[in-house]
């Protein structure tokens, strides 16, 4: 019966595809720095709008190993937004409107173990969100634009990432002889300030693995459009400094990103081509939304 359903889900978006294929398209989305598109060969800039406004900037097309992938600088191409102000909902909505239903979401963390030091590559399973004020569902009864207004909906979100894409980072990265951490806790604060020693050393006393501040709500509100989401968190200091250091800087997160970046990029390709066809999806992400009247059409 599950299998009867599940190609019924995937005749139903090979004809969405069909009827909405005419403006750019893209089957993958990168939410990350401008750094992972900017060597593409052929990149098209296009401006998406949704029902929750703008996304943090446009998004670029490009193409990677024949797989068409829509990039979205999450802070905005001029690093002008933070953590707190990125529009998440906004930036979910458009990569599904260009098609995308699978998304890798590289960000930089704080280590919380003194063995995850700056320039290791952990593909979290979990997630504690510790974040404050920030819209983190579509389903909150609000109407859109169009007059359509969201049911309550409550979604199964025991494992947070897609597992397939998890499966596909993690080989990419052995692929290119960069060890990952295969799981672990990824805790999400608020920000835009790094935590007091105190924090870290809770964060880190609760068996939790690294700490960052954007992913979450981006993780729930793409199983919330039914989009496949994986994290692939890159550390760049050691949180709060341990016990000795200085603390944390913005100068030193910066700093080690850049210096990854390189490295960074081909492993996301990798992951890129590693993932499964839009239509051969079969992962707790793509049935997510299965049985559930939402009252709102997702484009
Ligand atoms: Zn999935």
């Known amino acids: 019966m599950a299998e009867i359903l599940d190609e019924r889900e995937h005749e139903h978006e090979r004809a969405d595809e069909h009827v909405r294929g005419t403006g750019p398209r893209a089957e993958i989305g990168v939410i990350g720095g401008s750094g992972f598109y900017s060597f593409l060969d052929d990149v098209t800039e296009i401006t998406v709008d949704t029902p929750y406004g703008e996304p943090s900037d446009s998004l670029f097309l490009g193409e990677i190993a024949g797989r068409s992938v829509a990039f979205l600088p999450r802070h905005g191409r001029k690093h002008h937004l933070p953590p707190h102000r990125i529009n998440y909902r906004a930036n979910l ?8 239903r699978q998304v890798l979401g590289p960000c930089a963390v704080g280590g919380l173990r003194e063995e995850y030091g700056p320039g290791t590559l952990l593909v979290p399973d979990q997630l504690v969100d510790r974040t404050k004020a920030r819209a983190q569902t579509f389903y909150d009864g609000e109407a859109l634009p169009d007059g359509s207004v969201p049911n309550v909906v409550h979604l199964t979100f025991a494992d947070p990432y897609c597992p397939v894409g998890r499966k596909a980072a993690v080989a990419a990265a052995r692929g290119r002889d960069w060890e990952p951490v295969d799981g672990g806790t990824l805790v999400v604060i608020e920000g835009p300030r790094f935590s007091t020693r105190a924090e870290s ?12 501040m954007t992913g979450h709500p981006e993780a729930v509100l793409a199983r919330e459009l039914g989009l496949c989401y ?16 200085e603390g944390v800087s913005h100068e ?3 700093r080690v990103f850049a210096a990854n970046i390189g490295r960074l990029r081909p492993v996301l390709f990798d992951a890129v081509a590693g993932l499964p066809e839009t239509g051969a999806r079969n992962c707790l992400c793509s049935t997510a939304l299965n049985g559930l009247d939402t009252g709102i059409t997702l484009p």
């Open 93 to 100: 909505w458009a990569l599904r409107s260009l098609g995308v």
């Open 201 to 212: 050393r809770w964060h880190a006393g609760q068996g939790w693995s690294v700490v960052g």
């Open 230 to 245: 994986t994290s692939m968190t890159l550390v760049t200091d050691l949180d709060a400094g341990a016990e000795t250091g």
């Open 252 to 254: 030193e997160v910066l």
